[in-house]
């Protein structure tokens, strides 16, 4: 996780106020550019090489006015989680135990493709961190993390990151897909700050 670098990087002073993270567990560290564009309510996007892999993870980081417990609710939430992730059309936990959650998604990838199910394994660190693997289904890969930190800067906030490996196979070349991914990632964060901040009025 690179922790050392993330320290440093962690105690950033914008506009005069301290930007304190209160963990480490980020899957890649923030440049000072990219704290400052997250302050401004952007959304930070890029990707990843993983491994051997020719084209690796996209990941998107976002920060919340909100404490990392609704969010972590809401993201958990298979009844609401259709209304911010694009494409997805539903969710369904098969079964929990222990360690986690055995959950089904159908999404509908793109327009142009065919709506696919698959099925992921979620486990927790309980308002920290999900990490999620696929079991079956028509994805031939698909796994990553939600990460929520929390941030010091005089109120509530929290910064999320969204971290995501997807290979369609036949369905869609990588270098397709890790483009959508990289469009609907922000997509997905900007719809998640939009939804806690509704129900936080509600």
């Not at 939600?146 to 369905?171: H, I, M």
């Not at 997509?187 to 509704?198: H, W």
Request: proline letters at 5%; glycine letters at 6%; charged letters at 30%.
């Amino acid at each position: 996780m690179r922790a050392n670098l993330f320290r440093l990087l962690a105690s950033v002073v914008f506009w005069g106020v301290p930007f304190f993270i209160e963990g480490n567990s980020l899957a890649f560290p923030l440049g000072e550019a990219e704290m400052d564009r997250l302050v401004k309510g952007e959304v930070v996007v890029r990707g990843e090489p993983d491994g051997d892999r020719k084209n690796g993870r996209v990941e998107a980081a976002i920060l919340i006015d909100a404490p990392a417990e609704p969010i972590w609710k809401l993201i958990n939430d298979c009844r609401q989680t259709p209304q911010f992730i694009p494409g997805l059309k539903s969710c369904r936990i098969l079964r929990q135990d222990e360690i986690g959650d055995l959950i089904e998604h159908r999404m509908k990838i793109s327009s142009l493709l065919p709506e696919v199910k698959y099925v992921f394994q979620a486990e927790y660190q309980r308002y920290r961190r999900i990490d999620f693997k696929r079991i079956s289904g028509d994805l031939k890969e698909f796994e990553g993390s939600w990460v929520l930190e929390g941030v010091d800067r005089g109120k509530p906030q929290t910064l999320v990151v969204y971290s995501v490996f997807l290979d369609a196979g036949s369905l869609l070349p990588q270098w397709a897909m890790q483009l959508l991914l990289r469009q609907d990632l922000p997509e997905i964060l900007l719809s998640l700050r939009k939804r806690i901040s509704s129900l936080s009025r509600e």
